[in-house]
């Protein structure tokens, strides 16, 4: 596209004379014979340089260039002055003026200086462009991936950030809605004031009411102190809840209040403080369903779900498990001053196949674990340790009972008991050896459960 200047001046003589000088030379060129109407057509139109006459009537062109900076600060701005009045001509160029012209001028002055203002604005903008890519990648730099459905995620980021609008960050556990929600700070203008995270679901509900609005001395039992709370800590920043889907009836509509107000109360007083934070909260529960049911409230669900970003689950972007396994592997070699240098086929094999219930975090678990169990340089299958999967009873395979009972229901547990058993013909002997147990702690188990001393 041509570069469009506005040319401003009280003089058509001299309005003619630049229309004619620029539009030869293939620039789009509109005039404006006063700094108001100038102003005017700024509202209406982008212009890449403005060239005004110092001194106009009712609007100067010092005064112009102010006003012009206030909203269109990467504008250039070119100021023409009288050879008598250079000294005006220095006070623009302190003020923000990019160069100025001293009347008489020769067309290759004019020429001469818009092609300088035009090629520094050229450069200033490329540099602005590559200074916001690499604020993006600083924003996404704790984040691993280049599947086209961590593309899209990264995409939606990158045009919410900058604003003041909510967040909603969904997605199961492990699959990193942390890290989205600093990204999204990291790449805001609220990127050099605090980032707090409070996760919602370990905390009954009188605590994160104090932990979320502080409270005062002695308003309530254990209140020995006064306590400002984490609204008050992220002012100016950004405040995560994490895990939003688990928070009372209660402290949902407190959150509301703060949400539609943007005040707080804190526990035990009546007045209220004002706060600046913006809010991004993550939940690994479909809120939607919840406000259906009844559980969650929807005028806070509506409030909280400007923005929706949905993190995949690592199965649906499946092209990452690589290059999230020796991001993991370089970061535990250097934590544990390992020295390891890359994975095996097989091992790479056996990770790309795994179902990873548990996400990125499971995997950065197993990864972990893989740099401390292997002499190196290479993590090979046998340095990998998966999570034991629950087994089907059915196909007469079992664990020991020490670890089914962490992760089996009761009901799993006297399923586990009955097929030993049968396995085993009802020998309680063979039955404990097939379990891990004891033959004492299996008789303690079936009085436990109420099995009795024989199963069909």
Known sequence: MLPKLLVVDDEQNMLKLFQKVLGKEG???RTADSGNKALRMLQEEAFDLIISDLVMPVLGGIDLMKEVKIKHPDIPFIVITAYGTIGSAVEAMK????????????????????????????????????REELKVRDGFKEIVGKS???????????????????????????????????AIHDLSSRRDEPFV??????????????????????????????????FLAA????????????????VQLNLLRVLQEKEIKPVGIVASTKVDVRVLAATNVDLEQSMHDGTFRKDLYYRLAVVTVNVPRLQERREDIAPLAHHFMRKYARAYHKNL?????????????????????????????????TPGPL??????????????????????????????????????????????????????????????????????????????
């Open 27 to 29: 620039y789009e060129v």
């Open 95 to 130: 003020a923000g003026a990019f160069d100025y012209l001293t009347k008489p001028f020769q067309r290759d002055d004019i020429l001469l200086v818009v092609g300088k203002a035009l090629r520094y604005c050229k450069l200033h903008n490329e540099v602005k462009r590559l």
């Open 148 to 182: 086209k459905a961590m593309d899209s995620v990264f995409k939606l980021i990158t045009k919410v950030a900058d604003s003041q609008a909510t967040v909603l960050i969904q997605g199961e556990s492990g699959t990193g809605k942390e890290l989205i929600a600093r």
């Open 197 to 230: 995270a409070v996760d919602c679901g370990v905390l009954p509900e009188h605590l994160l009411q104090s932990e979320l609005f502080g409270h005062v001395k002695g308003a309530f039992t254990g209140a020995v102190k006064d306590k400002e709370g984490l």
């Open 235 to 250: 002012d100016g920043g950004t405040l995560f809840l994490d895990e939003v889907g688990t928070i009372s009836p209660a």
């Open 341 to 373: 240098s890359d994975v095996t086929p097989g091992a790479m094999r056996a990770l790309m196949e795994n179902p990873w219930p548990g996400n990125v975090r499971e995997l950065e678990n197993v990864m972990e674990r893989a740099v401390l169990l």
């Open 379 to 456: 993590i090979d299958e046998a340095s990998l340790c998966f999570p034991i999967a629950r087994e089907d009873v059915s196909h007469k395979v079992f664990k020991p009972l020490k670890t089914a009972t962490r992760t089996l229901a009761r009901q799993e547990e006297k399923e586990a008991i009955a097929a030993a058993l049968r396995d085993s013909g009802g020998n309680k002997t063979r039955a404990a050896k097939l379990l891990g147990i004891s033959r004492s702690s299996l008789y303690n188990k079936l009085k436990e459960l109420g099995i009795g001393n024989s199963i069909d």
